[in-house]
């Protein structure tokens, strides 16, 4: 503190010990604050006139004779006058307002010792120095509040948890604060009436009285409040009532309804009311079900258990429970609801043959029946016979006879053996039984679907299998060998059997080695009646394909597809060859087990040369050969350009003009109309003129052209006669031929229909020496097909037809064979004249 101001303080400690003497009849102003908030005192600085002005402000408590704060401004500007506060009083908190009017001593933080009277004198340059007292009370709240119940337990925030019908008490006790509070208990912010008793050391205590308590006391709110004055902020605490209760309501969702066996289904129970949530229990029959689940409603009201179960039929009439508890009121019984099980299944039924009938000894031709034994609830509206699980329907006519639950099968036989099973038909489902194998004895039979027609050479070995279908499989097997001259017995030495089939091993040496293989079976049912017969031939060359066409045509590709021939014995496969017109190119070189085929990589809109054969290990067959086309890329459309056009001089037909062209157009008509009536009427006066005679008889060739010709001219319907030779290929392609006969005996000499010339039944063997150009030299033949043979009267596969006679057949060279869609024989022409006879 500077010198001055000390002397200062001083000397106006004296003087103002002075002054507090007469300044006791001053006026004082009463101002109330809260510990802790700011406060202000008024000091009035104002003065009347206008040359004068404030030198000095000090501010005094009575209890002190010293000041506690002062605004000097003697020596500078009231505005920027110098402030001191004493440090042992309000040190920092204190600030001088002279702005206000009145000016005002502020105070932060106001503490319970600032509480006193407070005195601010200021002196003026003129006027006299003026007095003004403060008298500042300072309320302090209340401090600290404890709620004690019944038994003298603490209680915070929650008091229970208490159950209906209970009573308790709460007591609020209140100290610290000046002046002495008030306490006061709410009840959801109701002011309820509280007794309060003193206590020592300024305090106080609230009693509050609650019960008997019922369901809507739960989670009451129970506050207890204290303050001092009303503007002191007053404290308080509010206490939650718990509460206990025991479940209202337990219900199993959806019970008392059917439920199917075999099948899992989801049960709930919900039970409602409890406090806290219930605990749900499953039970069946009296035993606990442990795999149930809880979940709690959103209000914490409703607790909903679910138990996961697959019933069978035997829990039929078993008791389901569920129980619901609180677990904090285990003197509280349980509720419980049940559900007596309704269980509904699917049929189960059994297949039962007839007490009369033996299962291991049913024999083609007994009369058989079952019975489908049910059990079902509910029970069946339908049974159904099912074999091999296919349906079965009544019908006598087959022998198959439904009646109620019974099946008749009259007169049973192999294709009857299978498994039988019946069906029964509820609301829960359909019933299978378990299959009865109905065994069904009977005799040996061949096999169908075998190869009845072996090629084997000469010297070779071949081994023929024969296969039967036999119950009981047991079999023994019997051989014969059959050919044009006598029947003899396989030695057993050749024959070798496995299970059902038996396989004799067979090498012709000669042409009468060629013949036929017959098998016979037995077993202890009886001997077979039909035997397997399986046809040794002489093996060659599989036949010409046949029906050829072109298929799936596309830019750059097309299919061909064709029926095959003989096989000539043994396996056959199939190549296609397509080769340009003119250079004779291969340009695709296809092949297949079965003759279908596609080529692909070729030249759009252009015609190619195919040719389709069947091989086998013997050789190559004829050739097919057809012409077939790629199709042709669409044309361009250019688009006409307006632009590019010449100018043209118009041009316009007068009046005269068009009626000249008219008349003439019409004149041209007449005209030609004349000119057809004319050549009628001449036509019809002309006589038919006589053919002119001849001196020498016309050779065959030209009675056959002429003849022909005028076929043609008289009926254009009339297929050309070529077709001749084309029917004569076809059957030349057919040919099919057998053992040679012994020697002396040729066969028939037949002719067939729409051929010229005799054509023998059969023929010793075929000789086909191809020509050259039929399959071309330097064409390289794909990988495991046989090159073509070159033959010399060698014998290749016997026949059924051939032609010729003993005279080699006549081979056609490909490029004179005609492609034909579908090369048929023809059908037996029209009678012809007597020039059409051949010589």
Request: aromatic share 6%.
């Amino acid at each position: 503190m500077p010198p001055a101001l000390c002397r200062l303080i001083a000397s106006a400690a004296l003087l103002g010990a002075t002054i507090a003497m007469a300044a006791k009849n001053v006026p004082m102003t009463q101002v109330v604050a809260v510990a802790g908030e700011p406060v202000y005192l008024p000091c009035d600085i104002a003065t009347q006139d206008e040359d004068d002005a404030v030198l000095l402000v000090l501010w005094y408590r009575e209890d002190l004779g010293t000041p506690i704060y002062s605004v000097d401004a003697r020596e500078r500007d009231f505005g920027v006058a110098e402030r001191w506060s004493d440090e042992s009083v309000f040190a920092s908190r204190a600030y001088f307002l002279p702005e206000r009017r009145p000016a005002e001593l502020g105070v932060d933080r106001v503490r319970a010792s600032d509480q006193g009277i407070y005195r601010c004198r200021v002196d003026f340059k003129q006027a006299q120095t003026r007095n003004s007292r403060v008298n500042l009370t300072v309320i302090v709240p209340p401090t600290k509040m404890v709620i004690t119940d019944d038994k003298g337990d603490v209680k915070q925030a929650i008091v229970g948890p208490y159950v209906e019908g209970d009573s308790f008490i709460l007591k609020c006790d209140v100290t610290g604060g000046r002046p002495r509070p008030w306490v006061k208990w709410y009840r959801d912010e109701v002011e309820t009436d509280t007794p309060a008793t003193a206590l020592s050391g300024n305090g106080v205590r609230g009693v509050l009285r609650v019960g008997p308590l019922t369901r809507a006391d739960v989670r009451a709110a129970l506050t207890c409040r204290a303050s001092n004055h009303l503007r002191a902020h007053p404290i308080e605490t509010t206490l939650t009532l718990d509460m206990n209760f025991p479940p209202l309501t337990v219900h199993i969702l959806g019970s008392n309804q059917p439920l199917s066996a075999s099948r899992r289904y989801d049960l709930l129970c919900q039970s409602s009311g409890s406090r806290p949530p219930a605990s749900i229990t499953w039970w069946k029959n009296g035993h606990r079900i442990n795999n149930a689940k809880e979940t709690l409603s959103t209000d914490g009201n409703t607790t909903t258990s679910t138990v996961s179960l697959q019933l069978t039929k035997a829990d039929a009439g078993a008791k389901l429970s569920c129980r619901a508890s609180n677990p904090q009121m285990p003197s509280m019984p349980a509720l419980e609801d049940d559900w007596m099980l309704d269980i509904q299944y699917v049929p189960e039924t059994v297949v039962r043959l007839g007490t009369n009938l033996d299962p291991s000894n049913i024999r083609e031709g007994t009369d058989v029946y079952f019975d489908c034994i049910i059990k079902a609830h509910p029970y069946v509206y339908k049974v159904e016979w099912r074999h091999n699980g296919k349906t079965l329907h009544h019908n006598v006519g087959q022998g198959i006879i439904i009646s109620n639950q019974s099946l008749v099968l009259q007169g049973v036989g192999r294709k009857t053996a299978g498994n039988y099973t019946c069906v029964g038909f509820n609301a829960e489902g359909d019933g299978e039984s378990r299959p009865f194998t109905l065994d069904v004895l009977y005799a040996p039979t061949c096999r169908s679907s075998q190869q009845r027609v072996h090629g084997v050479a000469k010297q070779e070995r071949a081994h023929i299998t024969c296969h039967v279908d036999a119950n009981p499989p047991e079999v023994t097997f019997r051989w014969t060998f059959n050919n044009t001259a006598n029947s003899n017995e396989v030695s057993d030495t050749y024959v070798s059997r496995a299970g059902t089939s038996s396989t004799v091993t067979y090498t012709p040496h000669t042409e009468m080695d060629y013949g036929t293989l017959l098998c016979w079976a037995h077993n202890r049912i009886g001997k077979q009646r039909v035997p397997c017969v399986y046809h040794i031939i002489a093996a060659g060359r599989p036949d010409q394909v046949h029906n050829c066409t072109v298929v799936n045509a596309s830019l750059t590709s097309f299919g061909i597809r064709c029926s095959e021939g003989f096989n000539g014995g043994m396996p056959q496969s199939f190549l296609l060859e397509v080769r340009e017109i003119i250079s004779q190119e291969i340009v695709a070189n296809v092949s297949s087990a079965v003759p279908r085929f596609t080529a692909v990589g070729l030249v759009p809109g252009r015609t190619y040369a195919a040719a389709v054969l069947a091989y086998n290990a013997k050789g190559r067959g004829d050739p097919y050969p057809l012409r077939a086309s790629t199709l042709s890329p669409p044309e361009k459309h250019h688009v006409h350009d307006k632009s590019l056009d010449l100018p043209r001089t118009a041009f316009q037909m007068s009046g005269a003009m068009s009626a000249a062209v008219g008349g003439g157009g019409v004149l041209m008509v007449v005209l030609v109309l004349f000119m057809i009536a004319v050549r009628q009427k001449c036509a019809k006066r002309k006589p038919r003129s006589a053919p002119p005679p001849s001196s020498q008889p016309a050779s065959p060739d030209k009675l056959r052209e002429k003849d022909d010709s005028e076929s043609d001219d008289r009926n254009p319907d009339i297929i050309p006669s070529d077709t001749d030779h084309m029917q004569l290929d076809y059957f030349r392609q057919q040919q099919v031929s057998t053992i040679s006969p012994p020697p002396g005996n040729r066969a028939p000499r037949g002719s067939v229909a729409g051929v010229r010339g005799s054509i023998p039944g059969y023929c010793p063997l075929r000789t086909a020496p191809p020509p050259s150009h039929a399959i071309h030299e330097n064409s390289t033949p794909p990988s495991g097909i046989p090159p073509p043979a070159r033959f010399a009267g060698s014998c290749t596969l016997p026949r059924g037809a051939t032609l010729g006679g003993s005279a080699p057949e006549r081979l056609i060279p490909l490029q004179h064979l005609r492609t034909l869609p579908r090369p048929l024989p023809a059908p037996a022409p029209a009678p012809r004249t007597p020039r059409d006879t051949p010589l």
